[in-house]
């Protein structure tokens, strides 16, 4: 897509129409505006909204008293959102780590190598990615049931791997496809080998596809709730499940604080996920 | 001496595997393929045989096999459910649509400079908390929320609206987190359109809505049905909207699953709910891609 933003923006349809003055015209051209804006309204409003009332010093949720940080205080307090944020950070930063490196291997071999049951692991790869949350939660906790792995934190990093190489190499082999490989052969011809043009020009070229790939899979572990919620064992709280049983046992301001910072956490994350693909020219839409 | 021998060793292991692409192959493969196929494929096929077990009276595992609990689908009150999802992941696609179709066309007309920041504005809120989002339409649509408690306040009410703890509340939230997933793949097939045969059809005097209805919306199709599929497939099997903001009378497929789970604890009905959940999606995945390929 961003190949394609060198092109002239296609004319607008409606303008011949519009200056004939027909009224239909124009109402569809309004129409049409709108729905931008709304759609832009709509996305950012509940966001606005929380992060406003996480502000609130009330202890009522929905009636505005004056600007405050009493609840951020609260939640530097509350001994459990500290042991949950340090829970939510091993899994996410362990999970990372693992599906990176995975995620990455098995890129190069899926873009530039031909292996039999090629097509079959394709498939597999892409599974993780479409298939919904609530069934892949319970075919891992059955599968950790019988084969008696005990709940913890360990079930939950297993977990976050098995579907974040999925999303690792959706877009590390976007910037492959995209590699000039003219490169590696012009750093052979001056006598690197293998291993010296892998680690000289491969892997520095891949990079921002690497991090953007590692940034996202940091944003979707730290965010997961679904998966998390039945892998999770006695003690293995992370935020994301603080947060649910929070709401459960009633609306608090405390939520709307944590909520926030969790938010902006994985806004600053997504941007500089999204930004460093977008370097690589990677379409910015292959993910959704 | 020692070194050179190190070196040289180095360089024996390092023709060894130069000489084996097969071997490095296997080597760049295997984990991924060991972690996809013990903790995805293997979970995967233990569902599927569970699906055709029983649950003893003590909530141990018979192993017999029987097709009883997908018979226990046409028991009326899960086919209720089963109708209840697919008109809340049929009536979100819808609202997507909507509102998301003329927001694409917009977008691609917007100034190529614009258009990647306006994208990218578009796409940040889709990759954040998704519990966080859900839970954000809590404050707004209960009955103390912000619209109950303003429209109380200026009077126009006194009951608060029922906005809350049912099927609408559900919609509002799924097409709040799949929206971007309808926007995104309109826009770009609007974008890719050729925006010369809109002026042709317009030349031979085809009006606004014509043109939009033989040209621009057949021409863009292909987008629309990747918006319809991303959209209503996560919504037919949403799990925390649900839980979240519908009511006890709310349930979708998702939450059947998880009480089979965690609170009933018949795991092989659940597996074969969650199968079915599972069946549906890769069907219509399937469709979509030959179809797709056929208009391709």
Same mark, same amino acid.
């Given at each position: ?6 092109l ?13 003055? @027909?009224?239909?015209g ?6 049409i505006?709108a ?12 966001i606005v ?5 996480s502000?609130?010093s ?7 008293e004056?600007f405050s940080?009493?609840w951020?205080?609260?939640?530097f307090?509350?001994a459990?959102?500290?042991?949950a !944020?340090?829970? @939510?950070l091993?899994v ?5 780590v ?7 291997m098995?890129s ?7 292996f ?12 993780? +990615? ?21 709940? @913890?934190?360990?079930t939950i990093?297993?977990?976050h791997?098995?579907?974040?190489i999925?999303?690792v190499a959706v ?18 011809d ?7 043009t892998?680690?000289?020009v ?6 921002p ?13 730290l965010?997961?709730?679904v998966?998390?919620f ?10 994301p !499940?603080? +947060?649910?049983s929070m709401?459960?046992?009633?609306i608090t ?9 969790l938010?902006a956490?994985?806004?600053v ?6 930004l460093?693909?977008?370097k690589?020219g990677?379409?910015v839409?292959?993910?959704? | 001496?020692s070194?050179?021998t190190?070196t ?11 000489r084996?692409?097969?071997?490095q ?6 984990p ?5 196929v013990?903790?995805?494929?293997v979970?995967?096929l ?11 009276p003590?909530g141990?595992?018979?192993?017999e ?9 046409f028991?009326? $009150? ?25 927001m694409?066309y ?11 920041t306006?994208?990218?504005?578009l ?10 989002r ?6 707004i ?8 408690n303003a429209?109380?306040?200026?009077g126009?009410i006194?009951?608060?609206?029922? $906005?809350?703890?049912?099927d609408f509340?559900i919609?509002?939230?799924l097409?709040y987190g ?8 309109c826009?770009?097939?609007?974008e ?12 031979l005097y085809?009006?606004e809505?014509?043109s ?9 199709l292909?987008?629309v049905?990747a918006g319809v ?6 919504s ?11 009511g006890?009378?709310?349930?979708m ?5 998880q009480?089979q789970?965690l ?8 597996s ?7 069946a ?5 995945t ?9 208009t391709?």
């Amino acid at each position: 897509m961003s190949a394609d933003t060198s092109l002239s923006p296609p004319k607008p349809v409606l303008s011949r129409t519009a200056r004939r003055g @027909s009224l239909l015209g124009r109402l569809i051209r309004g129409g049409i505006t709108a729905s931008g804006i709304f759609g832009y309204v709509f996305l950012y409003a509940p966001i606005v909204i929380l992060i406003v009332f996480s502000f609130n010093s009330s202890r009522f949720v929905s009636s505005w008293e004056s600007f405050s940080f009493r609840w951020y205080g609260e939640l530097f307090k509350d001994a459990a959102m500290g042991t949950a !944020l340090k829970n @939510s950070l091993t899994v996410a930063v362990s999970s990372t780590v693992i599906s990176t490196v995975f995620g990455t291997m098995v890129s190069l071999a899926m873009e530039r190598r031909r292996f039999p049951g090629k097509m079959a692991f394709d498939a597999l790869l892409y599974l993780p +990615i479409i298939i919904p949350d609530i069934a892949m939660a319970v075919m891992l906790l059955l599968f950790f049931v019988l084969s008696k792995f005990g709940l @913890s934190l360990m079930t939950i990093i297993i977990s976050h791997v098995a579907f974040n190489i999925s999303f690792v190499a959706v877009v590390v082999r976007a910037r492959l496809v995209g590699f000039d490989r003219r490169l590696e052969e012009a750093a052979q011809d001056l006598g690197a080998n293998e291993f010296q043009t892998f680690w000289h020009v491969t892997l520095p070229l891949l990079m921002p596809g690497i991090l953007g790939g590692a940034l996202l899979a940091f944003t979707l572990s730290l965010d997961d709730f679904v998966i998390t919620f039945f892998t999770a064992g006695v003690g293995s709280t992370t935020l994301p !499940l603080r +947060i649910y049983s929070m709401v459960k046992l009633g609306i608090t301001p405390e939520i709307n604080a944590v909520s926030t910072l969790l938010l902006a956490a994985s806004m600053v994350l997504v941007l500089v996920s999204l930004l460093l693909q977008r370097k690589g020219g990677a379409p910015v839409t292959d993910l959704a | 001496m020692s070194a050179s021998t190190t070196t040289n060793e180095k360089r024996g292991l390092l023709n060894f595997i130069r000489r084996r692409p097969g071997l490095q192959t296997l080597v760049l493969i295997f984990p991924s393929l060991f972690w996809l196929v013990v903790f995805f494929a293997v979970p995967l096929l233990i569902v599927f045989v569970y699906s055709f077990l029983k649950r003893g009276p003590y909530g141990q595992i018979v192993w017999e096999f029987n097709l009883g609990n997908y018979a226990r689908f046409f028991d009326p $009150l899960y086919l209720k459910i089963f109708a209840r999802s697919f008109k809340i992941a049929g009536l979100t696609t819808f609202f997507c649509f909507l509102f998301g179709y003329p927001m694409a066309y917009w977008l691609a007309t917007r100034p190529a400079k614009w258009r990647n920041t306006l994208l990218l504005v578009l796409m940040i809120p889709f990759w954040t908390n998704f519990l966080v989002r859900t839970y954000a339409w809590i404050l707004i649509l209960r009955d103390t929320g912000l619209i109950n408690n303003a429209l109380m306040s200026l009077g126009l009410i006194s009951q608060p609206l029922p $906005l809350f703890g049912n099927d609408f509340a559900i919609i509002v939230g799924l097409v709040y987190g799949w929206f971007p997933d309808m926007v995104l793949p309109c826009y770009a097939a609007i974008e890719r359109l050729d925006f010369s045969l809109v002026e042709a059809a317009q030349d031979l005097y085809a009006n606004e809505a014509r043109s939009f209805l033989r040209v621009i919306f057949p021409l863009t199709l292909p987008g629309v049905v990747a918006g319809v599929m991303l959209v209503f497939i996560p919504s037919l099997g949403a799990y925390v909207t649900p839980d979240l903001l519908g009511g006890a009378k709310s349930v979708m497929i998702g939450n059947v699953i998880q009480s089979q789970f965690l609170t009933v604890r018949d795991y092989p009905f659940g597996s074969a709910f969650s199968f079915v959940l599972m069946a549906i999606m890769l069907v219509a995945t399937l469709i979509y891609f030959r179809v797709g390929a056929r208009t391709a």
